[in-house]
């Protein structure tokens, strides 16, 4: 069965700061996606990584996913309020399937 | 483009009852999805439908029904509420192609079990 983990559970972070949230899977990743969730709201899309190697860069936020294809990493540079709320990554972990499994998230909390 | 609708936004039930949530999409997506996110726990699939008139349980669907009429609608049923359903539930869509699937998210309905 599919093992996800995301780490941390949370974090804290100043603002203007940079921060790194991973995403590590049991199994090969065959699509990872990465969503932003804010408190009592629906998860809105980040990127979307699915070769090996692969890296994307959206504003102030860089997803890579491991030349192994069992890791991703999320990085925001100089994290500002707005990046604050829970990271979730899913994930496609058989050939030829497309249901995302989604991790527990990572909880994102930025001081002013 | 009002996207993924999810109707109540929040509800409570008493043991027993039961209810239907409701989830409307207008971007045409063949593939519709319940989830339902509990604390800590990330969000688990229930259901989901790849087109009108076919749906197929996912890794939580006791407790739950679904239909699929329609491209747009995809109810969720609850027969018999428990407590261990209270939880926010999540309707999604999406139009998969070339191995990419993005799913759009409503914005959720919280449901209580008392």
């Known amino acids: 069965s599919q093992e996800l983990e995301q780490s941390p559970q949370s974090l804290i972070v100043q603002e203007g700061k940079n921060l790194t949230i991973n995403c590590t899977s049991s199994?090969?990743?065959?699509?990872l996606y990465w969503y932003k969730q804010k408190y009592g709201e629906g998860l809105i899309f980040l990127m979307m990584?699915?070769?090996?190697?692969e890296e994307k860069s959206h504003e102030k936020i860089t997803a890579k996913l491991d030349e192994k294809k069992q890791q991703s990493s999320l990085h925001i540079t100089a994290s500002q309020p707005s990046h604050a709320g829970i990271y979730l990554c899913?994930?496609?972990?058989?050939?030829?399937?497309?249901?995302?499994?989604f991790g527990a998230g990572t909880t994102v909390t930025v001081r002013a | 483009n009002a996207g993924v609708t999810q109707t109540p936004k929040f509800r409570i039930l008493k043991i027993g009852q039961s209810m239907t949530l409701q989830c409307a999409q207008d971007?045409?997506?063949?593939?519709m999805y319940w989830y339902r996110q509990d604390p800590g726990m990330g969000l688990k699939l229930i259901y989901y439908?790849?087109?009108?008139?076919?749906?197929d349980k996912g890794e939580v669907p006791n407790g739950y029904n679904v239909s699929r009429s329609t491209t747009e609608d995809f109810p969720l049923r609850l027969e018999l509420a428990a407590p261990s359903q209270t939880s926010v539930y999540f309707c999604?869509?999406?139009?998969?192609?070339?191995?990419?699937?993005?799913?759009?998210f409503g914005a959720g309905s919280r449901l209580t079990v008392l």
């Open positions: 199994k090969t990743l065959y699509g």
């Open positions: 971007m045409n997506h063949n593939y």
């Open positions: 990584l699915q070769k090996g190697g």
């Open positions: 439908s790849v087109g009108a008139g076919i749906t």
């Open positions: 899913g994930v496609v972990s058989s050939a030829g399937d497309y249901k995302l499994s």
């Open positions: 999604a869509s999406s139009f998969r192609s070339s191995g990419a699937n993005v799913l759009t």
